[in-house]
């Protein structure tokens, strides 16, 4: 069973340029989450998205943007990079209806260099 | 809103030594918990929750964390450190909608 995916795995982009980032959940799961892992800080939580909207959203800039398709795949759009975007983008998926004891399950990450 | 500290960015032990990493939190309502394990160059695992069900929580890899209300404290232990041990690792906080409040981190270096 196939967990969380995401792709690419490393990018190198300069200032100013855009990023798409993809993910896709694990088999069942409904709801995807975006977080940013700067070098040695925790995840921050991004947004989620679930049916296709975004639920929920964190102390992020309108640069920051994503869709979630119906297969349940999601996209992470970065506008307008800038230096303090480098980061880990981790991608989470769970199953809606089960609260905050619900369990989430984080893909690999995607590294963001922006020079 | 809910937050979570972790004591001590490092923490060093031997081989065999037991394993204490320190998590208190802050929350308004009855806190859903995590730790979460990552490994270099990986994404997050997870290691245990607490849910109320039981204040002692048992995870994989032989650690376990016991929650005290009356300390607003998760503490993450292990009886005897291995070397496959190393990692960074993570307390969270649920805000009750699957969102996630991470601490710091909390870097577990094991000598042998």
């Known amino acids: 069973d196939a967990g969380v995916t995401q792709s690419p795995t490393h990018l190198i982009k300069t200032r100013g340029q855009q990023v798409t980032l993809r993910c896709s959940p694990k088999?069942?799961?409904?709801?995807v989450s975006w977080y940013q892992q700067a070098l040695g800080q925790g995840p921050q939580f991004i947004f989620q998205?679930?049916?296709?909207?975004?639920?929920q959203r964190g102390n992020f800039p309108d640069r920051f943007s994503g869709h979630q398709f119906p297969n349940y795949s999601s996209e992470l759009n970065v506008n307008a990079l800038l230096l303090g975007d480098s980061a880990l983008y981790l991608c989470?998926?769970?199953?809606?209806?089960?609260?905050?004891?619900?369990?989430?399950?984080f893909g690999a990450g995607s590294r963001l260099t922006v020079l | 809103a809910q937050s979570v500290t972790q004591l001590g960015s490092h923490v060093s032990v031997s081989e065999g030594a037991l394993v204490l990493l320190r998590c208190n939190y802050s929350?308004?309502?009855?806190?859903?918990l995590f730790w979460y394990v990552q490994y270099p160059n990986q994404g997050l695992q997870l290691l245990l929750k607490?849910?109320?069900?039981?204040?002692l929580v048992k995870g994989i890899n032989g650690f376990e964390a016991e929650f005290k209300k009356s300390e607003t404290s998760f503490h993450l232990t292990k009886p005897s450190a291995h070397m496959s041990d190393a990692a960074e690792y993570f307390c969270?906080?649920?805000?009750?909608?699957?969102?996630?409040?991470f601490g710091t981190g909390t870097r577990l270096l094991v000598s042998p």
């Open positions: 989470a998926s769970s199953l809606q209806g089960q609260g905050g004891a619900n369990v989430l399950t």
């Open positions: 088999s069942g799961h409904d709801t």
């Open positions: 998205y679930y049916e296709e909207e975004e639920r």
């Open positions: 929350s308004s309502v009855p806190p859903y």
């Open positions: 607490y849910t109320s069900a039981a204040t």
């Open positions: 969270a906080v649920s805000d009750g909608f699957q969102k996630l409040v």
